[in-house]
């Protein structure tokens, strides 16, 4: 039996469990969403909200399959995301730099509620960067990786013998 055999022999679809993560998936990323936006002025942040948004992600892919989650999150689409999260931090911290300011210092952008956007596009964009990495390391972990030329590897080095 091959690997692929055997991973997908370990899916069991559970119409309970499906029908209750449709429900409840979206409360989930509203709920990260308001945590990321919300930690400019109380407990939360782009952390807390990243793990959120990730762990919805994560409920979809273990009630509908972790390949279809694959499939629907392609490596180069959580690579963009963080990409994107730290592209995000980095221009509206040389944004405040070039209006006259310090690093992220929002008060530099001189318009109306400008320090309390600058701090939730921050938070946003820790947000992305949080939740694509655990994404990420989760889908890749999943993937798994052949040992076996670890086991050859070795075996040459050492002549076979265990210490």
Known sequence: ????????????????????VRVIVPFVFTF???VMFHGA?????????????????????FAFGIEPTRGWLSDGF?????????GAFALIGIGA????????????YEIHHGVKYGIELVELGIGAVVSGVIVALFLSL??????????????ETDGGEEA
Not at 78 to 86: D, E, F, Q
Not at 97 to 108: C, I, K, P, R
């Open 78 to 86: 959580m690579r963009s995301i963080v990409a994107g999260g730290g």
């Open 41 to 61: 002025e109380s407990a939360g942040g782009g952390f807390q909200g990243g793990a959120i948004v990730a762990s919805g992600i994560l409920m979809l892919a």
């Open 32 to 34: 990260g969403l308001y």
């Open 1 to 20: 039996m091959s690997d692929a055999e055997l991973q997908r022999g370990t899916y069991v679809e559970s119409t309970v469990i499906m029908t209750t």
């Open 97 to 108: 730099v070039v209006s006259g300011g310090a690093f992220l210092d929002y008060a530099a």
């Open 142 to 155: 999943a993937a798994g990786f052949d040992a076996s030329g670890f086991d050859d590897e070795a075996a």
